[in-house]
Each structure stands twice: as structure tokens, then as C-alpha cells.
């Protein structure tokens, strides 16, 4: 197990730069059956560099509660999650619902990204990032 304990930063040894948020929505058909035929989904994707000798990437989360034990595991400089979603075409949503949705994945949840070497050590453990926003 690997725990992000250390310094974070964006210029050790290891440690992925190059970061990128890209925000954006899909449209596709409401699996749940109700009778909203169509439904939008944001996407919040962060990318980043390829760390030189990473054989993957290690993804934590990091809530009030503290950082995940248990990362999520990436084979390329890649990662995106749902951070909003709701009835009908995303051209139709209620702007002030959707951000809500928004802030409430910024202020909930952060991604912690850490490289991982053919010989099991790990890298330095990115910044973190709120998921939900644009990079400042």
C-alpha cells in the first residue's frame, strides 16, 4: 500500500506534471428506464505527462474524512470521473443546478496522482486537485 504522506509537489523526482483539466458533457439515453428518454453527463478528465519509467499511476482520493487507502489504478497519464448529471439535453439543464453539482465535487473530493515504477516504488505524489474544477 502506498500512502501520499509525503511533500506534494509538482517538481520531485518521479511526480507528474504537465497537468490538464478538460470539463465537458456527453448526452447519451437514460439507463434507469424513467420516462426521461435522454439524459447529459459532465465529465471532469484530468491529464497529465508521461513520468519517464512509471509502469502506471496510482489515483487516490482525498475527502474530509482523509486520503483513500485503496488506490484506483491507471495505465496511461489519464482520469476522469462524473461530477454532474440530469434529464433531457445538456443545452436544456438548469445552469444553477448544474452548478451545484459542480461545486459540491470541488468541495467534496480531491485527486491525488502518484507514478509507479516496474519495481513497485512510487514517485512523489502530485498536488491535489478538486475534482469539479478548472485548474488555477
Known sequence: ??????????????CPTGFAVRIYDEEGTNPAGTDTAME??????????????AVDY???????????????????????????RGPGASTERNEFDWKAQLGLSTALVQVIVVARFIDGSV????????????LE
Open 40 to 53: 447529459w453527463t459532465t465529465y471532469w478528465e484530468l491529464t497529465w505527462d508521461e513520468v519517464p519509467g
Open 123 to 134: 514517485g512523489t505524489a502530485s498536488r491535489r486537485f478538486p475534482v469539479g474544477a478548472a
Open 1 to 14: 500500500m502506498v500512502i501520499p504522506a509525503r511533500s506534494e509537489g509538482d517538481s520531485d523526482a518521479g
Open 58 to 84: 496510482l489515483i487516490y482520493y482525498a475527502t474530509s474524512e482523509g486520503i483513500s487507502s485503496k488506490p484506483r489504478r491507471s495505465p496511461v497519464p489519464y482520469w476522469r470521473l462524473s461530477v454532474a
